[in-house]
């Protein structure tokens, strides 16, 4: 429910006071975002008691101006891309009320790092075809098998997981999704060392993992209607972050047109042109998709957005290796980081141009989102499916 009395006045107003309160120069950080949290200014659209005062969504800009201003500290978003993105959404819509509470807060400070077990070596686009196994024993689950391209596995203390419960079904009925402690000793986190010479994600190997069924997430067999909230978060939170004019791939190829104008020639000019017009149009859709969020849960028009993106991106970062040349070709750093968060602009133009190829891929591969984008949004015919009707235990493999 939303609190239509709270207005942006209303909520400036309650900002101003907590920050009279906690003044962020004299209070420690995460005491800071704690109470941020308990004062309901973390996410302003969730319910009361859990970070939010059950206001439009629309707000939250009004709060996160205040404090900016004040000089507070953040909670590191990018750090916390999916506890924030994709597992706070989905625990909103089907936790049990024990544990919204004992999960949200620390995922929003940052204390609890989020990571996302869905992907394995024999499923990624058909996602539904996955056979890590989960067998009811007692008051637990027995989870074994192994999950591959996890990002920030090896600084996650909790995942999304999602696991086979019933083979004898087809496979979209036979899962059940999961919250699985990255801490426990079954759980084997190995590095995957990406093009980009860094290990962003691993392959997590599950092995006798006992999850208490308090750890279930919805009902049992219902994982794959789960799941479609994680992914249509995910395709929002991946390409439809809000960023100023200029804010994305694009401002960097820009600022090197202007610093740079031995570097320029009419083609590339004209490249340029294009390209900045298609990111601004992106970036407005962007905000458009925000303003739709306001009034429920995504649809299948994030997909849309998240194409712009990899697309662009794709694109922008080519542009800019062939703006500088030879020196566009350099890559400075092959050392093998295992950074803590995503960074889509960071570092240097070879950097961008490699970390960018992922872009298409995670998240959903655009050819994916295409079909996505044709079916639910255009209505498109549907792909013929044959495997719908079968139980996943009978599928070739
Ligand atoms: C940087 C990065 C981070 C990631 N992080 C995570 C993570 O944290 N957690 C997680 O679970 N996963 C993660 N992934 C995995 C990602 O979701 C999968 O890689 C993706 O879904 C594709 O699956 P796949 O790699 O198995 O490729 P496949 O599904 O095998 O696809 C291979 C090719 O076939 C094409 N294809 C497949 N099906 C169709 C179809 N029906 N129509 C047309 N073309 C098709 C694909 O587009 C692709 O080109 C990450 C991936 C990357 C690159």
Not at 161 to 175: E, F, N, Q, S, Y
Not at 265 to 276: E, P, V
């Amino acid at each position: 429910m939303t609190d239509s009395s709270l207005d942006a006045a209303a909520l400036r107003r309650r900002t101003r006071q907590f920050l009279a309160a906690h003044p962020p120069a004299a209070t420690d950080r995460l005491d800071f975002l704690r109470a941020r949290f308990d004062a309901g200014l973390a996410w302003v659209h969730y319910p009361e008691g859990l970070g939010g005062l059950g206001a439009p969504r629309s707000l939250q800009v009004v709060v996160d101006a205040e404090l900016q201003a004040a000089g507070a500290p953040d909670n590191d978003p990018r750090r916390i891309g999916i506890g924030l993105g994709m597992a706070a959404p989905t625990i909103l819509r089907y936790g049990t009320e024990e544990q919204k509470r004992r999960y949200l807060r620390p995922l929003w400070t940052g204390e609890e790092v989020w990571c996302q077990l869905f992907s394995e070596p024999g499923a990624g686009s058909d996602l539904a075809a996955l056979g890590t196994r989960a067998v009811r024993d007692g008051e637990d689950w027995v989870v074994n098998g192994q999950k591959v391209w996890t990002s920030s596995a090896h600084v996650a203390r909790w995942a999304i997981l999602i696991a086979r419960t019933d083979p004898d079904v087809p496979k979209h009925r036979g899962i059940t999704y999961f919250i699985c402690d990255m801490t426990d000793p079954g759980v084997e986190v190995r590095p995957l060392r990406q093009i980009t010479g860094e290990a962003e994600f691993n392959e997590v190997f599950l092995t006798d993992v006992r999850i208490p069924d308090t750890r279930r997430l919805g009902e049992v067999g219902d994982g794959w209607r789960v799941a479609q909230t994680t992914l249509m978060n995910e395709r929002v939170s991946i390409g439809g972050m809000a960023l100023p004019r200029e804010g994305g791939m694009i401002g960097k190829v820009a600022q090197t047109w202007r610093e740079r104008p031995e570097l320029r020639t009419h083609d590339l000019h004209q490249r340029l042109l294009k390209l900045w017009v298609e990111a601004e149009v992106a970036r407005l859709t962007g905000e458009r998709l925000r303003q739709q969020l306001v009034a429920g849960q995504p649809g299948p028009e994030g997909s849309g957005m998240k194409l712009a993106f990899a697309r662009l991106n794709q694109e922008i970062s080519g542009l800019e290796v062939e703006l500088r040349g030879a020196e566009g070709l350099l890559y400075d750093d092959w050392t093998m980081r295992r950074p803590e968060l995503v960074d889509f602009t960071g570092r240097d133009t070879g950097y961008r141009y490699l970390r960018a190829k992922g872009n298409s891929i995670e998240g959903g591969t655009s050819e994916v989102l295409l079909n996505i984008v044709a079916e639910r949004v255009l209505g498109l015919p549907a792909e013929p499916r044959t495997d719908k009707d079968v139980a996943w235990k009978d599928l070739a493999r």
